[in-house]
């Protein structure tokens, strides 16, 4: 199954509880931080509700 790779390049200063919960549950705590998660739909939700933070790309 395909992957994710995010990368947080903005900070989360400022941000709603929900958007910081969101990052929390990708796996992301600090900036510059990479992670690899599953490409699903849930994932994408929450992808998506922090997309103006983040950076992504799709890897095999």
Known sequence: ???LRITQIISKNGE???QIANL???GIRKMHQTVEVEDNPVNRGMLA???HLVSF????
Do not use: G
């Open 1 to 3: 199954m395909a992957k």
């Open 16 to 18: 709603t509880k929900r």
């Open 24 to 26: 929390r549950n990708l």
């Open 49 to 51: 509700k922090v997309q």
């Open 57 to 60: 790309e799709v890897i095999d």
